[in-house]
């Protein structure tokens, strides 16, 4: 009996395993098509049947995107603007979550829920009165106009206020009977512990916002403050498109989020789980 127990637990590892595998190839596939295809010439991106493996290996789309764009500004730009927003959710986000999952504040749930409704209007609808009011402030087209509106990610503070609401209450219960205020028990008693709902809410408010496209386009209007997917619009024209120049940037682009990933993920997929524990 135990040896057909074994047997039967074993194939059913196999069986996950070819199916994680074939998960596996579903997903990395898309990121070796555009490694490839970003050290293929033109004629090869644009061959008709499209072909996975380049003829010929060049670098030549690399030195394209470097010699059009003033990549290291535009780097710059958009480490700078995503970081200054992953910081400023990572802590708002933290302290709002944690007001709304701890404190005893009169009406809260309906405030939540007006917070979480802004997550169903979408960005066009804000876009033309975003662009007026920051024009009549006078921060079109710098770093305090870029990061101003996004202080704060109604999906990060949900996130937040999940994984604190999972969290037992014996700790905060005994910092209080020890004379704690609530700024202490939040600052040295519960953010210590949702370091892995921190992480996450970093890596997803950094990956959304060094993507972002539209965003960054509609509020900066020259070079020197464009961010990288906003550089990638310059291959796009009304009649052209520079296939191979585009691929290559778009590496370059997903490079950093790609090896930041490969580090945190465990961080990541640990406070996604948690979070979700309980609502």
């Given at each position: 009996m135990k040896t057909k127990l074994v047997s039967e637990r074993g194939t059913a590892d196999f069986i996950f395993g070819i199916l994680a595998f074939c998960l596996l190839?579903?997903?990395?596939?898309?990121?070796?098509?555009?490694?490839?295809?970003?050290?293929?010439?033109?004629?090869?991106?644009?061959?008709?049947?499209?072909?996975?493996?380049?003829?010929?290996?060049?670098?030549?789309?690399?030195?394209?995107?470097?010699?059009?764009?003033?990549?290291?500004?535009?780097?710059?730009?958009?480490?700078?603007?995503?970081?200054?927003?992953?910081?400023?959710?990572?802590?708002?986000?933290?302290?709002?979550?944690?007001?709304?999952?701890?404190?005893?504040?009169?009406?809260?749930?309906?405030?939540?829920?007006?917070?979480?409704?802004?997550?169903?209007?979408?960005?066009?609808?804000?876009?033309?009165?975003?662009?007026?009011?920051?024009?009549?402030?006078?921060i079109l087209d710098t770093f305090p106009g870029l990061v101003l509106p996004r202080l704060t990610w109604p999906f990060a503070l949900y996130l937040m206020r999940q994984f604190f609401i999972s969290m037992p209450r014996d700790f905060e219960e005994s910092a209080r009977i020890d004379g704690a205020s609530e700024y202490r028990i939040f600052w040295q008693v519960m953010l210590p512990q949702c370091i892995p709902a921190v992480i996450t809410v970093g890596i997803m408010t950094f990956m959304n916002n060094w993507n972002d496209l539209v965003y960054p386009l509609l509020l900066t209007n020259s070079v020197r403050m464009r961010t990288l997917s906003a550089g990638l619009a310059m291959f796009v024209g009304q009649r052209t498109i520079e296939y191979g120049a585009t691929l290559a940037a778009s590496m370059i682009s997903l490079l950093p989020l790609l090896i930041g990933y490969i580090f945190m993920q465990r961080y990541f997929v640990r406070g996604a789980v948690l979070s979700g524990i309980k609502g």
């Open positions: 190839l579903i997903v990395i596939y898309p990121l070796l098509w555009l490694m490839l295809s970003s050290l293929k010439f033109e004629t090869d991106i644009i061959q008709y049947p499209p072909g996975m493996w380049p003829q010929d290996f060049t670098i030549q789309q690399y030195v394209r995107v470097w010699e059009k764009l003033p990549l290291a500004t535009m780097f710059r730009n958009t480490f700078v603007f995503s970081t200054l927003v992953t910081l400023s959710n990572i802590l708002f986000c933290a302290m709002g979550g944690y007001a709304f999952a701890r404190l005893p504040i009169k009406g809260k749930n309906i405030l939540f829920i007006i917070v979480i409704m802004t997550m169903m209007v979408p960005f066009q609808i804000i876009m033309i009165p975003l662009y007026i009011i920051e024009h009549h402030l006078g």
